[in-house]
């Protein structure tokens, strides 16, 4: 049975002493609830006294943890047999009660399936939503979208021309559809296929969707020589051109080749946002990818965060979503044992939570992160997002308009050598690189970063008192309060005292989320809560002014070199340089080769076209 602390007469403080001392060691799920009854937080925990006393204690608390326990009211827990019901409980109540301080997941439809129907005959395969018991038959998937189904089902019936049509209107035609005029059915309504040549089809289209594409083409080739030998030439050039589109199909395919079933996660975070992609595997081929940008308050890890969404995804939607037998991460993951026998447990078979693995499945993770890293920097450059914090960032600065131009100053350099100073620039748009400016930095005592500072901006914003160059609404500076005070005494040198000036700097910590901004007319040092959307903004213009700089400096150290790209990699001498060139035509194209394109050069093993690869790709 649950038990519920009683607030005390004073409004958001809990007495947590009295609470802690009568609370059990067993595992279980607390609530937590703030003066009005709203439930704050819901967590699991194998010892309920020990978790909880955690959130209690004087020192160490991250800020947001703090906020989250001066708003405590009330906590209820609830007592479960194991860990295991305690996880399951946990999702269920994130799921209907969706706290504000827990990891929430907004899309909680049902993946598409194929659906090949239970017909005697001449069954079907056509496009459902969601899985069900009813009418038997078999189910392919999940796919991770509906446009994914659709381009199966079109592969399918170009293939293998199998019928698409529902039940009442497959038993109410005597002429054939369109369909079968266009080469996509075989009219098996007014039955032009025999039943056992339709079911060889449908064999084969299983095999397709199970991803036994080999065997398909291994068995299409016997039946085009079969069909040969016996004269039926019309017969075996339709098995030609079945096998060409397979071959096709194959060649199309990103990942394939190992096989089996997984789940692919990868997660990126920037700027305060957390963006978690999802690749589908099934029989050793990918069906499509679906991302996620979940809420989160709480500052937490990367295996923290994955193991919330894991949680929430497998288990807290309406519909459960199938369980594959692996489940790809690139991070441990908190509580991983206890999260896969969970997740055998509604499987009714082993699933395993896996991190560290080779050959395909470790391709199929690389692609992952990438899809992650992608889609997380095409929402942060959405119109959308960047408008929404354009706004929170004029309110927090009190601006009189909402800034039109941003710039962001950071310097680079390799133990004071190679200084680049780099300037970026945001609009309402997001990032304008066409005003982004690199500044090769002379002149100046090696590591001076102050000197740096005021040289660069001395040449930026001479130019704009003179009359040259685009006037900027704000301007940051990525350093503390002594590259702020160089800023300072630049714009009073140039006469500039009407562009707001502000510094960012880590703090303490030097986490994302706790920087420190300082206001360079007042002086001011203040904090921003880490999921401020103007802070979000803040540090997507500080990160890109550092990658920019940082790009900046290695392109300048790597032109001292004054050798070829190639030279310097381990395992490519004279001959194996003249070959790759040779084969690809030079250094841009080989760039852009995957590492399977280098192996097929003549002396090029894959471990050393891994290496190749990596070296070219900074990795």
Aim: net charge positive; hydrophobic share 35%; glycine share 8%.
């Amino acid at each position: 049975m649950p038990t519920r602390s009683e607030p005390e007469d004073t409004v958001g403080m809990f007495d947590s002493k009295d609470f802690l001392k009568q609370l059990t060691e067993r595992p279980g799920v607390y609530r937590m609830y703030d003066d009005t009854g709203g439930v704050l937080y819901v967590g699991k925990a194998r010892n309920l006294k020990k978790r909880v006393s955690s959130y209690f204690r004087k020192t160490g608390l991250a800020p947001k943890t703090d906020a989250l326990v001066g708003k405590i009211a009330s906590i209820e827990v609830t007592i479960t047999g194991s860990e295991t019901e305690a996880l399951l409980l946990e999702q269920n109540l994130i799921k209907s009660l969706r706290p504000p301080y827990n990891i929430l997941l907004r899309d909680d439809k049902s993946y598409p399936y194929i659906y090949l129907s239970s017909h005697s005959d001449y069954p079907s395969l056509t496009f459902r939503r969601g899985r069900t018991k009813k009418g038997g038959g078999t189910w392919f998937g999940p796919f991770p979208s509906s446009g994914a189904v659709k381009e199966s089902l079109n592969v399918l019936q170009k293939v293998f021309r199998i019928r698409s049509c529902n039940e009442s209107y497959f038993r109410n035609r005597n002429r054939p559809c369109l369909q079968y005029q266009i080469n996509r059915c075989t009219a098996p309504c007014v039955e032009y296929i025999s039943p056992e040549d339709y079911r060889q089809d449908i064999r084969h289209a299983t095999m397709f969707l199970e991803g036994k594409n080999p065997a398909i083409i291994h068995d299409l080739m016997n039946a085009m020589e079969a069909a040969s030998k016996n004269l039926e030439f019309e017969k075996a050039a339709a098995y030609r051109d079945q096998i060409n589109h397979l071959r096709h199909v194959q060649e199309q395919q990103s990942v394939d080749g190992e096989g089996g079933d997984a789940d692919v996660i990868a997660i990126a975070q920037d700027a305060g946002v957390v963006c978690v992609v999802v690749i589908i595997v099934r029989g050793g081929r990918v069906l499509g990818t679906k991302d996620y940008f979940p809420r989160f308050s709480l500052e937490q890890s990367e295996g923290e965060l994955l193991a919330a969404f894991l949680g929430q995804y497998y288990f807290g939607g309406d519909t459960r979503r199938e369980i594959p037998r692996d489940i790809l991460v690139p991070v441990a993951v908190e509580g991983e044992a206890l999260l896969a026998e969970a997740l055998s447990e509604a499987a009714n078979r082993e699933t395993r939570i896996r991190g560290n693995v080779r050959g395909e499945r470790r391709r199929w993770l690389g692609l992952a992160m990438t899809n992650a890293r992608q889609t997380l920097l095409t929402h942060l450059a959405s119109k959308e997002t960047v408008y929404r914090r354009l706004l929170a960032l004029r309110d927090l600065l009190e601006l009189a308009e909402t800034p039109a131009r941003m710039e962001c100053f950071d310097v680079s350099h390799s133990h004071g050598e190679n200084t680049v100073a780099s300037c970026v620039v945001f609009d309402e748009n997001g990032p304008l690189k066409s005003d982004y400016r690199l500044y090769n930095i002379e002149g100046v005592t090696a590591g001076d970063d102050y000197a740096a500072m005021r040289q660069v901006l001395t040449r930026r914003y001479r130019r704009l008192v003179s009359g040259e160059g685009k006037r900027p609404s704000l301007v940051f500076i990525d350093g503390g309060k002594g590259q702020l005070n160089i800023a300072r005494e630049v714009f009073e040198e140039l006469g500039i005292s009407d562009i707001p000036l502000i510094g960012v700097a880590k703090g303490v910590t030097r986490r994302a989320g706790m920087e420190q901004l300082i206001d360079a007319m007042t002086g001011d040092v203040f904090r921003v809560p880490a999921d401020s959307p103007a802070l979000h903004l803040i540090q997507h213009i500080r990160d890109e002014s550092h990658r920019f700089a940082i790009t900046g400096h290695r392109a300048r150290r790597d032109k001292k070199r004054r050798q070829s790209t190639l030279e310097g990699i381990e395992g490519v001498g004279p001959k194996r340089r003249r070959e790759l060139i040779r084969y690809f035509g030079g250094i841009q194209e080989i760039r852009k080769a995957s590492v399977d394109e280098m192996t097929k050069v003549q002396g090029i093993s894959k471990s050393l076209a891994e290496s190749i690869y990596a070296a070219l790709h900074d990795e």
